[in-house]
Structure formats: C-alpha cells, structure tokens
C-alpha cells in the first residue's frame, strides 16, 4: 500500500472546497464504515457455519446463519448505496465550485497573461483537468479509503484468526508496497505529461477554429487536420506509455499479492491436516486474507487516478496562484463620476511583455481635455492602440503616469476607472446570445426601451428587429448571423448605451458601407458631444471633425494640430493625407 508522498501534495489545495460539505463527507464517511464492517462480518458467519453448522444435530443454526448473512448483505446494500450518493454529491459539488473559481480568477488576470498564454490550453485546465480532481473526489478517494479500512479491517481478523499465518501475510505485503511505489511514481510523471499533451491539442484545435474563415479561404483544411493530428499522436503516444506502466503496475501488484495468499493457504492446509487449525478458521482466514489482497488490488488500481488528479490539481493551483499584475491599490481613492478637467499622459513609455525588446511608446507627454476630441494618427505600430490599453489600464506604462483628473490612474478601482470608458474596438466582439443582451452587455440594467434607443441611434434596429424573434434572437457564436458592419453597429449601440464619460474609438465606423457610415457618424457625434473622445481613426471624414489631430510614429508624437494646420506642415500626417490612409 503506497504511503502519501511529495507528489499529493497538491490535492491539499482541495480542502477550501471540501470545507463546506463537512456534513455530506461525515454521512460518506459513515456509510462507508457501515459497509465495511458489514462486509468484514461475513468471513466470520462462513467460517463459524463451517465448524458448526453443517451437522443434522445443528442443523437450526444453518438457517440462523443464513437470515443473518441475509440481515449483512441488506446492511451492505444500504451503506453502499449510501456511499455512493454522497461520495458523488460531493464530487460534483466540489468540481462546481472549483471550476467557478478558476474561471472567475482567469477573468480576472491582466492582459500580459493572456499574450503569453494558449486559450485552448486553459479551456484544457478547466475541462480535463477537472474531470479528473472530479473522478477522484466522487469516486477513487472513496475506493482508496473503503479499501484501506477493509484492508486494515482484514488484517486485524487475520491476526484474531490466526496469528502465525497473518505473519506470513505482514511478511509479504512489502513485496506488494515496493512495485506499486517505483511504478507508481513513473505512472505520476506520464500522466502529467499525458495532460500537457491534451492541453496542446485542445490548444491548436481552438485556435484552428476561432480562424475558420481563414483556414477555408487558405485552403488549409488538411494542413490543419495534420498538425491537429500529429498533437493527437503525440497525446496517444505518452498515454500509450502512462497505460503501459500502470498495466504492469496491476499485473505486479495482483500476481505479488495473490501468490502471497496461496503461499498462505498452502502453509494453513497443512494446518488442517496436522489438527492445529479448524477449517472453518481456514475458510475465515482466506476469505480476511482475500479482502486485503483486493483491497491493495483496488488501491493500485485507484493509485494511478489519484496520482494523474494530483497533478492535474497542482496545475490548477498553479492558476490559481497567479496573481494579476495589474491590481486595486490598497487604498483607492474615490474615481469622479465624470471626467472634469483632463486625462494627461506624462512621460509615458512602454513596452508589451511579449515583445520587450521594442518600445511601444516613447516619453509621451499629451493632455486630452474634458469635452474635447481628440484623433489618433499614424502608421501601423505607432502606438495609437496602446494609449488605449494603457488608459483603460490593460497595462502599466513603465515609466511616466497617466492621470485623471490629476489623479494617478493606479491610484483609482480597476472597475471605477474603466466604468468611466466606453470601448468600440475595430475588431466588433458579439457574443454567442441575443442581439438585446449583446447591447447590454456593458450595461446589464438598462430597460428594453433604452437598448432600443440605442440601437436606433446606432441604425442597427431595422435590422435587429427583422430577426426572426426580434431583439430576442441569437446571433450565433461571435456574431456569425450578422453581416461586419452589423456587428460593428451593434457594438456601437452598447457603447452608446453604456453613456461613459470617455469615448474610445478605434475605428468605430471601418465596417459601415457609405450610407451606415453617414448615419452612425451622425449618431456618434450626437454621443460625442459634451464628452472626451479619444479617437483612433484612418480616414479624413473622421479626423477632419476632431478638435484636434495627434500624430504618432515609432511610439514618439510627431506633431498634432488641426487638418488644416498638419497639412500645412507637411510631415508624416501629410503624407498619410496623401495617400489616403487617414
């Protein structure tokens, strides 16, 4: 029997979720004692109605023996079931709550860890790896801790019946310890790997299929079928190793321990025939020797499952102990409920973690004021996106402040600081509900009627509501039902909804055909007004309206000024006019 080692350590970390079913663990618990000493029972019945009960001058005592072999297998019945119940209710509650937190806590980790870290992989985590912790928690760990009652249970009535030969059976069991402990550490490794293996092709098989539009258009169907093919191989290969191994580790563990328990009956047959035993005591003595021979069977058995869920808990800790590195300060001070004076950008730099070796901003100095318009130009790379991110606090600038209101963003609540934005992203993110919640979604709590009206302003409702069930309808995995530039006008629609202070556009109207672009345009000038807006745009409709135009390259700003002033310049703001990139 493997004595705990380094490698469970891991599962210790289960304890917070198995804290609040203390009383479903004591009924298992209970139950499972229950029906070990009821199956502990029955060896002693057989052997007592061996020496005694197959005479005809005893011959009442064979039925009293059967009506109480009857009464035990009820009792057995009874616990088992019991069991059975509530070591599954506590598996499956606990894998709830674990799975809830490790999602709740992946939500809320920065952007540095997603740059670095596979989606594929995590769903993985959250999945696999579960089901796993979930196998053991409401099944093998009760399994395991029956069998190591009834092999302790066994041992005992096995000295009780027979001292001499319960020594032979301690004298073997470190021949059955020693093979499960060498193969069973090698089982762990496997495993691990074998995990690490699925995760990577979960990890390719989500990425592959987020892009389908652009695997079909290259063509690259069978391509992509043979690299998710070759992950798959890989995963069969280690798993072909970890099942080999833990194979060998059955096959020794029952050889080693039932050829232990013929030795035994071997040495107690000829106790029988020399007078010194009874053969109802062999008969017991088999039966006790035969329950701690399957229960190390079981215990092997259940040892690798274990093992695998240990490292699957140890990977999941590992998540769970990350910490985000952006984070509320200890004592936030109170955010504004609008933006009064001005956000300001001092001496900002930074660099991406995914790319430290380039500056993707350089010493910015720029002030944005309250109510003013401000766009966005320059050259892919220049850095227009990252004062987003670092605005809404993505990221840390690693030198210089970005204030709001003369207040050090890092010194404001995560959520207070962006509840002052409204995002519309160039890449338009619908999600997989209805068009009404979609609009919603930066706003829960807003009525139908406002989510109309905001759907109206961003000329999304004609074609909302000429969905089959309306502003009801399901729009499909990432938006699928709708054309790009519906999309980009229902991401619109909930940024005008959500009625933030802050307007960040990036690229609002890139989708929109000529006419959805006029009418949105109007709509969000209707938004803008009275409000700060950051704008990051490429065509002169939009930056020709701006307050004013800050012109970036290579992280640095190269000139800002009016359309009419950069133009006069000349520079890089001019030849982007030129060539009708802005």
């Known amino acids: 029997m493997p004595a705990p080692s380094q490698s469970l350590k891991p599962l210790a970390a289960l304890r917070p979720y198995l804290r609040p079913y203390r009383g479903l663990i004591a009924g298992a618990l209970g139950f499972l004692l229950l029906s070990s000493v009821a199956s502990l029972t029955l060896p002693a019945a057989v052997g007592q109605m061996i020496d005694h009960g197959f005479s005809t001058a005893n011959a009442g005592y064979v039925d009293r023996y059967f009506v109480a072999l009857l009464a035990v297998a009820g009792v057995l019945a009874i616990g088992t079931a019991a069991r059975f119940y509530f070591v599954t209710r506590i598996g499956e509650q606990v894998m709830a709550d674990l799975r809830r937190a490790v999602y709740r806590h992946l939500l809320r980790l920065d952007q540095s860890f997603y740059e670095s870290t596979r989606t594929g992989e995590l769903l993985s985590r959250l999945t696999a790896d579960t089901e796993l912790i979930q196998t053991v928690v409401g099944s093998s760990a009760s399994v395991a801790l029956r069998s190591l009652v009834m092999l302790v249970g066994a041992l005992v009535m096995l000295v009780i019946t027979s001292p001499k030969l319960s020594l032979l059976i301690v004298l073997g069991i470190p021949l059955v310890v020693a093979p ?5 550490r090698r089982v762990e490794k496997l495993s691990r790997e074998s995990q690490d293996r699925i995760a990577d092709s979960s990890a390719i098989a989500g990425e592959t299929l987020n892009a389908i539009h652009t695997v079909q258009a290259n063509v690259a169907e069978e391509r992509e079928s043979d690299r998710f093919g070759d992950a798959v191989l890989r995963t ?15 096959a020794a563990a029952i050889l080693l321990t039932f050829g232990a328990v013929v030795v035994v009956l071997w040495i107690g047959a000829k106790a029988v025939l020399a007078g010194t035993l009874s053969g109802g005591e062999l008969g017991q003595f088999v039966l006790y020797a035969v329950f701690a021979a399957g229960s190390v069977g079981a215990v092997s058995e259940v040892w690798g499952d274990v093992q695998r869920a240990s490292g699957a808990m140890g990977r999941l800790a590992e998540l769970l102990a990350l910490r985000p590195g952006i984070a509320d300060p200890q004592t936030p001070k109170a955010a504004p409920a609008a933006l009064r004076t001005a956000i300001r950008f001092e001496g900002v730099g930074f660099r991406y973690p995914s790319r430290p070796d380039r500056l993707a901003l350089d010493g910015i100095e720029l002030e944005v004021r309250a109510g003013e318009t401000v766009a966005l130009v320059g050259p892919s790379g220049a850095g227009k996106s990252t004062l987003f991110q670092l605005l809404l ?69 004609d074609f909302l509501e000429a969905l089959p069930q309306g502003y009801d309808s399901y729009l499909g995995e990432r938006g699928v039902r709708l054309s790009g530039g519906q999309q980009q006008r229902v991401v619109i629609a909930r940024a005008l909804l959500r009625d933030a202070s802050i307007l960040l556009l990036d690229e609002a109207t890139s989708a929109l055909d000529a006419h959805s672009e006029r009418a949105v345009q109007q709509a969000l000038e209707r938004l803008m007004a009275g409000r700060t807006t950051l704008v990051i745009a490429h065509r002169l409709a939009t930056v020709r309206k701006a307050d004013r135009i800050v012109v970036l390259d290579h992280g640095r700003i190269v000139a800002q000024g009016r359309h009419e002033e950069l133009l006069a310049q000349g520079g890089l703001y001019a030849e982007l006019a030129r060539l009708q990139l802005v």
């Open 180 to 184: 499960i402990l060498i193969f069973g």
């Open 236 to 250: 069969l290969a280690t798993a072909k190793k970890r099942i080999r191994m833990r194979a060998t580790l059955t």
């Open 393 to 461: 606090r993505f990221h840390d600038p690693l030198s210089g402040r970005v204030l709001i209101d003369g207040v050090d963003s890092r010194e404001l609540r995560v959520a207070d600081l962006r509840g002052l934005c409204a995002l519309v992203p160039q890449d338009p993110v619908i999600f997989g509900t209805s068009a009404l919640e979609n609009i919603r979604y930066g706003r829960p709590q807003a009525s139908r009627e406002e989510a109309v009206a905001a759907a109206r302003a961003a000329e999304a409702h």
